[in-house]
């Protein structure tokens, strides 16, 4: 049973100032995700992924269609007790210490004094703030709170979580630490759904991916079914000797004391023995593969 279902969800909003007109920012969306996953949702901006999001957490409510998270409608209180969310762009008491805030929002799940101290401790260790755990929010650069979200989500030990740009605002050390957080929630049975425009951390991270353009669904799947497995050719690089030069008539980029090729498939062996008269040294053999970032961008510009 799939523990995110959405049928056809629609979202209309308003807009103009005299003579109001219906804009769609969601249009029949019909989507699954199952139990013990990752989902990455992936769009530019404006395709859709936030409003996605806010009606699942029940902020908005939909023009036309249904979705159900564990079974229950939006807004069920059974349900949210079994879920996380992070906002897009949080926004916390800035007076209150990372601290604190933790303890705040664990009060709201019925932990006695002695439990919220050890989740608070153990969750700012699992982001990176111990050390900062008696520093106030309003000090925080925005990593530091976005890191804070994070916690803040995972608190509870929800079975589903909920990421609207995690990795927003987080510098390369943050979004790794972010990536081995999310994997680690799904070693420990939890469901993954979040929205990204970093395409390698989809990649990287996710089960499967949902691309969103223009308020609709243009693909959904794993990423090896996304995208196709069709060897474009190979790249072969090499280094010369001192002195000798690449073989004439063939296009190649430099990087330093490397050259790069790029040749057919199968023409690969006949461009080594070339390589090999002009006593180069092959030091790898790459297939090239189309990426997500180039289904991705062949999706939009459609």
């Given at each position: 049973?799939?523990?995110?279902e ?5 979202k209309?909003?308003?807009t103009?100032?005299?003579?109001k007109v ?27 992924k ?5 009606l ?7 023009t036309?269609?249904?979705a159900r ?5 939006p ?6 007790r079994r ?20 303890d ?21 260790e699992r982001?990176?703030?111990a ?8 000090k ?10 994070l916690?803040q989500?995972?608190?509870h030990?929800?079975e ?6 995690p ?16 994997l680690?929630?799904k070693r420990e ?12 951390d ?6 499967r991916?949902?691309?969103?353009s223009?308020?609709r669904?243009?693909?959904c ?7 196709s ?5 190979m790249e072969?690089?090499?280094?010369l000797?001192?002195g ?17 090729w ?10 080594i023995?070339?390589?090999?008269q002009s006593r ?7 297939r090239i ?5 180039d ?6 510009k459609?």
């Amino acid at each position: 049973m799939p523990v995110v279902e959405a049928e056809r969800l629609t979202k209309d909003y308003l807009t103009g100032f005299w003579r109001k007109v219906p804009k769609r920012s969601l249009d029949g969306l019909t989507l699954e995700i199952r139990e013990n996953e990752v989902f990455g949702f992936l769009g530019p901006n404006g395709a859709g992924k936030t409003t996605t999001i806010k009606l699942l957490m029940n902020l908005i409510f939909p023009t036309s269609g249904s979705a159900r998270i564990l079974g229950c409608p939006p807004g069920d209180p059974s349900m949210l007790r079994r879920i996380g969310y992070l906002p897009e762009q949080p926004y916390f008491y800035d007076y209150l210490t990372a601290g604190e805030l933790l303890d705040y929002f664990a009060q709201f799940y019925g932990y006695d004094a002695a439990e919220r101290r050890r989740r608070v401790d153990r969750f700012l260790e699992r982001v990176g703030l111990a050390s900062s755990r008696d520093v106030q929010l309003r000090k925080f650069s925005k990593g530091m709170a976005q890191r804070c979200g994070l916690a803040q989500a995972i608190l509870h030990d929800p079975e589903v979580i909920f990421l609207d740009e995690p990795m927003s605002g987080l510098d390369p050390v943050g979004r790794r630490e972010v990536r081995d957080l999310i994997l680690e929630l799904k070693r420990e049975g939890r469901t993954v759904f979040f929205s990204t425009h970093i395409l390698p951390d989809a990649e990287t991270l996710c089960d499967r991916v949902g691309v969103l353009s223009e308020g609709r669904l243009r693909g959904c799947g794993s990423v090896q079914e996304l995208v196709s497995m069709e060897v474009q050719g190979m790249e072969i690089v090499f280094e010369l000797p001192p002195g000798a030069a690449p073989p004439e008539g063939i296009e190649f980029t430099q990087t330093g004391d490397r050259y790069r090729w790029q040749v057919p498939e199968a023409e690969l062996y006949a461009a080594i023995d070339r390589l090999r008269q002009s006593r180069a040294r092959v030091v790898s053999v790459i297939r090239i593969r189309p990426s997500l970032e180039d289904y991705f961008f062949g999706l939009v510009k459609k």
